[in-house]
């Protein structure tokens, strides 16, 4: 099983739906975060959490909102999806500051 | 302002072959920088660090080097594989800062046989 796993893989979704991207980890991290990669950018940090009680925005907050459930859980919500937000999404996971940061496989959304 | 810049955009090299690419970072403070693979529809794996006090670090057909002082970093693929095709992202961190990751927007490499 992979460590960091994200549901779901592709999905395409209509403008103004609302929609949740999941994420699970295994490696037991408290560090983690959800990115976004479009063609020809470097990954943008949409949100990232330390522990459960802690949620922190990133560079492109708006639009989405996020949820910790858990140490291991930390999902991605749109609340209501534009086409502009079509992109490949990441979720990440790193022990501390300085360690190397473990990517699921990423979910292609695309909003219609 | 913290940046990673990544070149080429875009590289295509015949199988067996030897290819170069760069990074140049203007992160500060700086603790360390990755070399990252990241297959087609894939999440993006670490290949190799180097830190400050390393100028080269091989991992198989990978080698990275670091110039702190000019503040650039290269990989360097030996005899390419087929399966070498993918993109390259460099990543630095920052030593300080909450949000202390730096992304490059990466190097798409084409091996052809």
């Known amino acids: 099983d992979a460590d960091v796993t994200q549901t779901p893989r592709n999905r395409i979704t209509k403008t103004g739906k609302r929609i949740m991207l999941e994420c699970s980890q295994t490696?037991?991290?408290?560090?983690m975060y959800w990115y976004r990669q479009d063609p020809g950018l470097g990954l943008q940090l949409i949100y990232y959490?330390?522990?459960?009680?802690?949620?922190n925005k990133g560079e492109i907050s708006d639009g989405y909102s996020v949820s910790r459930q858990a140490q291991a859980k930390f999902s991605l919500s749109l609340e209501s999806a534009i086409p502009n937000q079509t992109a490949l999404y990441f979720c990440?996971?790193?022990?501390?500051?300085?360690?190397?940061?473990?990517f699921g496989q990423g979910t292609r959304l695309t909003v219609v | 302002k913290n940046q990673v810049e990544q070149s080429p955009q875009s590289l295509i090299i015949l199988e067996g072959k030897n290819c170069t690419l760069q990074?140049?970072?203007?992160?500060?403070?700086?603790?360390?920088l990755r070399w990252y693979k990241q297959d087609t529809g894939r999440g993006p794996v670490s290949l190799t660090i180097?830190?400050?006090?390393?100028n080269t670090k091989s991992n198989g057909r990978y080698t990275a080097t670091l110039d702190a002082d000019t503040k650039q970093s290269s990989l360097h693929i030996t005899a390419s594989q087929l399966s070498d095709s993918a993109s390259y992202i460099c990543?630095?961190?920052?030593?300080?800062?909450?949000?202390?990751?730096?992304f490059g927007t990466g190097t798409r490499l084409t091996v052809i046989p």
């Open positions: 180097m830190t400050f006090s390393e």
């Open positions: 990440a996971t790193r022990e501390s500051a300085n360690t190397e940061a473990f």
């Open positions: 959490s330390f522990d459960v009680k802690d949620i």
């Open positions: 990543v630095v961190s920052a030593s300080a800062g909450a949000n202390n990751l730096f």
């Open positions: 490696k037991g991290h408290d560090r």
């Open positions: 990074c140049n970072y203007t992160v500060s403070p700086f603790s360390n």
